[in-house]
């Protein structure tokens, strides 16, 4: 017995979501199994959804800006995403949705060292940037930071989920001069003002932006961290993770999370363990 899966986002054709599916599928023989792109506007949204089971799907993802809204539909959801306020994974049973967020645990897998006691500085306060704030903190996070354009939304995701906020200004005190960071050879042995930065914006998903025009810090910046985590992919590194990789730091790209979150949402899905490193190889194409 297959399953039709697919991915909802506005927009969402640069999704890697279809090619990462499809090729487990096929690794592990699971015939009938199909997964599409589902490009949906937010006035669209509560009708597709609702409409997705008879269709005949079993599951769906979402994306941006989708990830507070299909949360708002599901008729039950795990405790993370009810407390994150946000969803990326919806499974159709019977009728009902039941939602979940696999971004959380997605990100902190996807780490090349343990969170514990450290601290972060997340830019952005949006569905994704929940998603992390949460996991970090749960995790055992020392201190998380959040910044964001709007300040008063980085104000409301930190008084519910914990954090503090933070300005430009503030970010840039916080890193200090890059010459007092030492080693520069990254890796676990480096010492760092800030262990984690993890861009959850927007910026850098449309290829004429450029991300440091828009971030509170340059590419200089960037050396002062032991580890860049960006949830942007593309077709080439974004300019964050560019400038992380020439600095010597350690990088974990949107890629690495999608095939993370994906392989959860995959296992609940057909009951089957994720094929990783062929879900991995299909996303980076």
């Not at 597709?48 to 949360?71: D, Q, S, W």
């Not at 601290?119 to 949460?134: E, P």
């Not at 960071?181 to 449309?206: F, K, S, W």
């Not at 010597?248 to 094929?275: N, S």
Request: glycine share 12%.
């Amino acid at each position: 017995m297959g399953g039709r899966c697919g991915v909802l986002g506005w927009p969402v054709r640069h999704s890697r979501s279809p090619a990462m599916h499809e090729a487990a599928y096929a690794a592990l023989g699971l015939e009938g199994w199909t997964y599409q792109l589902l490009p949906v506007p937010p006035e669209l949204l509560e009708e597709t959804v609702r409409g997705l089971e008879g269709a005949g799907f079993t599951g769906a993802n979402a994306t941006i800006p989708h990830k507070h809204a299909v949360l708002a539909l599901a008729d039950s959801a795990t405790d993370r995403a009810r407390a994150i306020g946000a969803a990326n994974t919806l499974t159709f049973d019977g009728g009902r949705i039941h939602a979940d967020n696999t971004d959380a645990p997605a990100v902190v897998e996807a780490l090349p060292f343990d969170v514990a006691g450290a601290t972060a500085l997340v830019l952005g306060a949006g569905g994704t940037a929940r998603s992390a704030v949460w996991a970090l903190l749960d995790a055992g996070a020392a201190d998380v930071l959040v910044w964001n354009r709007t300040r008063e939304r980085a104000e409301r995701l930190t008084a519910e989920l914990g954090g503090r906020v933070v300005d430009g200004e503030a970010v840039t005190a916080l890193l200090g001069p890059i010459d007092d960071v030492a080693p520069r050879g990254g890796g676990a042995d480096r010492v760092a003002p800030i262990d984690l930065l993890l861009n959850t914006t927007a910026v850098g998903l449309a290829t004429e932006q450029t991300q440091f025009d828009h971030l509170p810090l340059s590419a200089a910046d960037v050396s002062a961290f032991r580890c860049v985590v960006d949830f942007v992919y593309g077709a080439q590194p974004t300019d964050l993770i560019a400038a992380a990789r020439a600095a010597g730091v350690e990088t974990v790209d949107g890629l690495e999370i999608l095939v993370r979150q994906g392989a959860i949402g995959f296992e609940h899905w057909t009951g089957k363990p994720a094929p990783l490193d062929v879900m991995r190889t299909a996303a980076r194409g």
